[in-house]
């Protein structure tokens, strides 16, 4: 049985942020069981681990996390179809980097819009 996504751990103070996560957050619960298992191999599995602390002191962390979200997200409809899998290696550690960006870190919606937007396409396509 697949792996429910996280749940929102901390409080999101952008309402538009708060709507993707959410939407993000239902739209993975909702895979069908059928959508494999993220293992080492999936390429959202570089992001696993804890976030806390992942970016130092004095510098912004959209800064930190953007090129390595862009490497992963700005893909094909087809390679980004490739990253839609359950797990802790996959779209749940996708979700819960988003969610901390946003909550620890204020990221606003609008930073996060174009990624969420792939991913959400990248679930309809499968």
């Known amino acids: 049985m697949p792996t429910p996504s996280q749940t929102p751990s901390h409080q999101i103070s952008c309402p538009k942020a708060a709507a993707l996560l959410t939407e993000l957050h239902v739209r993975i619960d909702r895979l069908p069981d059928t959508i494999e298992l993220a293992g080492d191999e999936c390429p959202l599995a570089r ?45 749940d550690v996708i979700y819960g980097l988003f969610e901390y960006l946003a909550s620890m870190h204020n990221i606003p919606g609008a930073l996060l819009e174009g990624k969420v937007g792939q991913l959400l396409q990248a679930i309809d396509d499968v």
């Not at 992001?47 to 800064?63: L, N």
């Not at 953007?66 to 390679?79: A, C, F, G, I, V």
């Open 47 to 91: 992001f696993s681990g804890s976030f806390e602390r992942s970016v130092p002191e004095g510098e912004d962390a959209w800064e930190v996390w953007n090129p390595p979200l862009d490497t992963e997200l700005q893909k094909s409809r087809e390679e980004m179809m490739i990253l839609v899998k359950w797990g802790a290696k996959g779209l």
